[in-house]
């Protein structure tokens, strides 16, 4: 069945260390969404991209974060380096032509920082 | 920049109807979402109003005014699988989707 898949799920680092998570849109979706999930700050948008183009990456902290899509099979968000303040759940989400009247999630990468 | 604003909680007993309201505030949008996340998982769309007025999918409606700036979600007939963090999300003119704070629902026996 068509799902979005995120790998590791589970991730655990020092600090100082390069992070690297992975994504995969469902087949023929084009828009990809990347989230960032802790208890303060709820969901937030980090970046998003549109046929592989990246539309916004506001959200994120440039210094030490990127998105990219090599391919449309799959994206990454990179943080290198890590800090203790980047542990969340990291979500990826794609949706299909026209209007997102639909995102769909993966189960997300528990990023752990010490 | 679009802005959400949600309560943090509510609280009903099963079998009840309850009502999460969404306000925002954004320069465009296409349409209001409303998404489901149970503790540890992911965030599941349960549905989208692209147009005002009310729509309905089983015990679950939602509702858009874009007038008043306001959306809400409605449950009826609550079941404890229910309890669980209710968001509402804009998908905006530049093809953003962001979401409010979320609202978990608790659902008592």
């Known amino acids: 069945d068509a799902r979005v898949t995120q790998t590791p799920r589970h991730k655990v680092t020092e600090m100082g260390q390069e992070v690297t998570m992975r994504c995969q849109p469902i087949?023929?979706?084009?828009?990809v969404f990347w989230y960032r999930q802790t208890m303060m700050q709820g969901l937030e948008l980090l970046a998003y991209?549109?046929?592989?183009?990246?539309?916004?990456d506001s959200g994120m902290p440039k210094d030490r974060f990127s998105a990219e899509m090599p391919d449309a099979t799959l994206a990454t968000l990179k943080i290198q380096p890590s800090e203790p303040r980047d542990s969340a759940v990291y979500f990826c989400?794609?949706?299909?032509?026209?209007?997102?009247?639909?995102?769909?999630f993966g189960q997300g990468t528990r990023l752990t920082v010490v | 920049g679009q802005s959400l604003e949600q309560p943090s909680e509510v609280t009903a007993v099963e079998g009840a109807i309850v009502q999460i309201n969404c306000t925002y505030q954004?320069?465009?949008?296409?349409?209001l979402s409303w998404y489901q996340q149970h503790d540890g998982g992911a965030p599941t769309f349960l549905s989208y109003?692209?147009?005002?007025g009310l729509e309905e999918t089983g015990r679950f409606s939602s509702f858009l005014s874009r007038s008043d700036s306001y959306g809400y979600l409605l449950l009826q007939e609550l079941q404890m699988k229910d309890s669980a963090s209710y968001f509402c999300?804009?998908?905006?003119?530049?093809?953003?989707?962001?979401f409010g704070s979320g609202t978990q629902l608790t659902v008592l026996p």
């Open positions: 989400a794609s949706g299909g032509e026209g209007e997102a009247t639909e995102a769909f």
């Open positions: 087949l023929g979706h084009n828009t």
């Open positions: 991209f549109r046929n592989r183009a990246p539309l916004d």
């Open positions: 954004t320069s465009g949008f296409y349409g």
């Open positions: 109003n692209g147009l005002d």
């Open positions: 999300a804009l998908y905006g003119s530049a093809r953003q989707l962001t």
